[in-house]
C-alpha cells in the first residue's frame, strides 16, 4: 500500500496527557497537511509542511499543538495537557509538488475521557 | 456566512439513481474545486478535480462548476449501494496558499 498511512488509528487519553500522532505521506509527495475533522463536520485545515518548513498555521492551533517534519518525510502532531474538546479525528494529507490534489490517510480517532 | 455551504442531508436514493450534491461559496477568491468522499470511520479520498467554470467527467461522476454564480455540483450517474457515503465539496484559494476549505458534508444512501 502506497498511500498515506498514519498511526496510531485510535488513541484514547484522560485529560490533561500528552499524544503524539504519526503520518507518512505518499512517497515522493513534499507536501505534507494535517487536518481536523469533528463528527458532521468537514476536515479544517491546522498545518502545512513544504519539506521540513512548516509554513502555514490555523489560528486553530493553539500553542497545545506542535507539529513537526524533521527530515521532510514523516511528521509528527503532538498535542499537550490535552481537553476533551480536542476529541476529534486527526488527518494527515500529502500532495505532489506543483499540484494542488490532496490525498488523505485513514486518519487518528483521538477521545480524550 | 459560512466560506462554504453544502446541503446536509441525509439524503436516500434507490439503486441506479441520478444523484445530484450542491455547494455553494462566498469567496470569490477561491480558484479551484474538489470532491472527495468519505466512508464512515475513514480518511477522504479524493474524486474530483477543477480549476475552471463546467462540467468534468470520469466514469459515472461529473463535477459541474460555476464560478459566476459561486455554485458546484457533484452529479452519481447509475447509483449504487458502494455509493453510500459521505460527499464533501472542497475549495482552494491557488498560489503559495495550500489548505482546502471544505463543505460540511452530505450523507448519501443508496437502497439496493
Known amino acids: 500500500d502506497t498511500g498515506v498511512s498514519q498511526n496510531p488509528r485510535h488513541k484514547i487519553t484522560k485529560r490533561g496527557q500528552n499524544v503524539t500522532f504519526r503520518c507518512d505521506p505518499i512517497s515522493e509527495h513534499n507536501r505534507l497537511y494535517w487536518y481536523r475533522q469533528t463528527l458532521g463536520q468537514g476536515p479544517e485545515f491546522l498545518t502545512y509542511f513544504q519539506n521540513e518548513a512548516q509554513l502555514e498555521k490555523s489560528r486553530l492551533l493553539s500553542d497545545r499543538f506542535s507539529a513537526e517534519r524533521p527530515k521532510g518525510s514523516f511528521s509528527t502532531l503532538e498535542i499537550q495537557r490535552t481537553e476533551q474538546g480536542d476529541s476529534a479525528m486527526y488527518l494527515c494529507?500529502?500532495?505532489?509538488?506543483?499540484?494542488?490534489?490532496?490525498?488523505f490517510g485513514p486518519g487518528t480517532r483521538l477521545t480524550v475521557t | 456566512q459560512k466560506e462554504v455551504e453544502q446541503d446536509p442531508g441525509p439524503l436516500s436514493v434507490p439503486e441506479g439513481a441520478i444523484v445530484s450534491l450542491n455547494c455553494t461559496y462566498s469567496n470569490s477568491a477561491f480558484q479551484y474545486f474538489m470532491w472527495y468522499r468519505q466512508y464512515s470511520r475513514k480518511g477522504p479520498e479524493l474524486l474530483m478535480y477543477?480549476?475552471?467554470?463546467g462540467n468534468k467527467e470520469d466514469g459515472r461522476f461529473t463535477a459541474q462548476v460555476d464560478k459566476s454564480s459561486k455554485y458546484i455540483s457533484l452529479f452519481i450517474r447509475d447509483s449504487q449501494p458502494s455509493d453510500s457515503a459521505t460527499y464533501l465539496c472542497a475549495w482552494g484559494l491557488g498560489g503559495s496558499a495550500r489548505q482546502l476549505t471544505f463543505g460540511s458534508g452530505t450523507q448519501l444512501t443508496v437502497l439496493p
Open positions: 494529507a500529502s500532495s505532489f509538488q506543483g499540484l494542488y490534489e490532496q490525498y
Open positions: 477543477t480549476y475552471s467554470s
